[in-house]
């Protein structure tokens, strides 16, 4: 099982946010002194957007970063309601647009070995779309391949999600998210249980990586 080398508590979103951004930047800074190239896998909502403010304005070389969304709707390119929508807009609408972002739906090519993972978690224990109910996530958790696609009947949608064998091929994994409420479902989630009861026990409850956490109320 994975311990939390460090659970970073915040005052507030923006300090949470700033704190985890700068992280991220020294994180891809030191992979693109050693090998030239970065990748970053991001999730989707509301949690992350501060943070992808903050980051996408760091003056990096940009152009050699890969950015991979955690999961992504079944919706059209162009459609509002997609991850890689949200990315474009808030990550990379400054420098970081020079940025190469893959596509999971279609899919695109996911780097084998990651630099950096940021999740979310949502007040039903899913991450990345790794949902509760879903009768596809024991065969999504199970898979060895980076995608896998869930029905999710709680919202009426399929979705396309990295996969755990995946997520967890990486350097450094970080888990963001706020609220008293997820606060108190991230510390059922530590406990022993199983994993389709809060799924986010994949990323928990596992020895690949270590797992640092940030919150804020």
């Given at each position: 099982m994975s311990e939390v080398l460090e659970f970073h508590a915040f005052d507030n979103r923006e300090e949470a946010s700033g704190a985890l951004a700068a992280e991220l930047v020294a994180v891809l800074q030191a992979a693109l002194v050693e090998k030239g190239q970065a990748s970053l896998v991001v999730s989707?909502?509301?949690?992350?957007?501060?943070?992808?403010?903050?980051?996408?304005?760091?003056?990096?070389?940009?152009?050699?970063?890969?950015?991979?969304?955690?999961?992504?709707?079944?919706?059209?390119?162009?459609?509002?309601?997609?991850n890689e929508t949200m990315i474009r807009r808030e990550l990379m609408s400054g420098p970081a647009a020079e940025a190469r972002l893959v596509s999971l739906f279609p899919p695109g090519a996911i780097p084998p070995r990651l630099d950096a993972v940021v999740?979310?978690?949502?007040?039903?224990?899913?991450?990345?779309?790794?949902?509760?109910?879903?009768?596809?996530l024991a065969a999504a958790l199970a898979e060895p391949g980076p995608l896998a696609r869930l029905e999710v009947p709680q919202?009426?949608?399929?979705?396309?999600?990295?996969t755990p064998a995946a997520l967890l091929e990486t350097e450094h994994l970080f888990l963001l998210f706020f609220s008293d409420e997820k606060r108190d479902v991230f510390?059922?989630?530590?406990?022993?249980?199983?994993?389709?009861e809060y799924p986010v026990r994949a990323v928990l409850q596992q020895g690949r990586v270590d797992v640092e956490v940030y919150w804020a109320p």
């Open positions: 989707g909502g509301s949690s992350p957007v501060q943070m992808f403010r903050a980051l996408g304005a760091e003056p990096l070389p940009w152009e050699n970063v890969t950015i991979v969304p955690s999961d992504e709707r079944e919706v059209p390119l162009d459609h509002a309601d997609r999740l979310g978690m949502g007040s039903d224990g899913h991450t990345a779309s790794l949902f509760p109910g879903s009768p596809d919202l009426g949608m399929h979705r396309i999600s990295m510390d059922r989630a530590r406990a022993a249980g199983q994993v389709a």
